[in-house]
T-cell receptor, first 112, second 112 residues
Framework: GNSVTQMEGPVTLSEEAFLTINCTYT??????LFWYVQYPGEGLQLLLK?????DKGSNKGFEATYRKETTSFHLEKGSVQVSDSAVYFC???????????FGGGTRLMVKP | EADIYQTPRYLVIGTGKKITLECSQT?????MYWYQQDPGMELHLIHY???????EKGDLSSESTVSRIRTEHFPLTLESARPSHTSQYLC???????????FGPGTRLTVT
């Protein structure tokens, strides 16, 4: 079946540090992959996505590359800000109904 | 900007009460979903719908029920609330063009 595994948090960084949040998946074929972000007290927002192998999704300084060889979709940002503090979810599209399989979420805390 | 709304945002009620959590979207999406998010952040799909008069149970068994009489409206009902129902409930919708799910802000339910 489908599954998504992401690194456990919390991840605590200082402002301007480099961020990597690991995400690996198990699925049949090559599903679309997503990163969602959840700020405190809010719902999830799509951060970026990639629909096929070797695609790179990017948004707000965040990037992730769809690596079929390693079945990974790691999230990176070169210089984090305090405002990036949130919970990040990796997800894959599991069927034609656009249902998603989510990872367990990684909490990021950025200190000034 | 996604247009999906949930009311109320916060609800505190006593055991045994009947409650309905409202979810509406103005994007004309056929597919809608309800998630339960526990304090550990993990998301559990509890109900979904692929269109009017279509409802299905999700991955996690739930005592709640849903209905889909109109495309834009997908309410969730608990006939008799219990403390074990205390959680955050997130509604989402999805169209046919871009596969992503759009999330509402959530309802935080506390049953005393």
């Amino acid at each position: 079946g489908n599954s998504v595994t992401q690194m456990e948090g919390p991840v605590t960084l200082s402002e301007e540090a480099f961020l990597t949040i690991n995400c690996t998946y198990t699925a049949t074929g090559y599903p679309s992959l997503f990163w969602y972000v959840q700020y405190p007290g809010e719902g999830l927002q799509l951060l970026l996505k990639a629909t096929k192998a070797d695609d790179k999704g990017s948004n707000k300084g965040f990037e992730a590359t769809y690596r079929k060889e390693t079945t990974s979709f790691h999230l990176e940002k070169g210089s984090v800000q305090v405002s990036d503090s949130a919970v990040y979810f990796c997800a894959l599209r599991r069927n034609a109904g656009n249902m998603l399989t989510f990872g367990g979420g990684t909490r990021l805390m950025v200190k000034p | 900007e996604a247009d999906i709304y949930q009311t109320p945002r916060y609800l505190v009620i006593g055991t045994g009460k009947k409650i309905t959590l409202e979810c509406s979207q103005t994007m004309g999406h056929d597919k809608m979903y309800w998630y339960q998010q526990d304090p550990g952040m993990e998301l559990h799909l509890i109900h979904y719908s692929y269109g009017v008069n279509s409802t299905e149970k999700g991955d996690l068994s739930s005592e709640s029920t849903v209905s889909r009489i109109r495309t834009e409206h997908f309410p969730l009902t608990l006939e008799s609330a219990r403390p074990s129902h205390t959680s955050q409930y997130l509604c989402a919708s999805s169209g046919d063009r871009d596969y992503e799910q759009y999330f509402g802000p959530g309802t935080r339910l506390t049953v005393t």
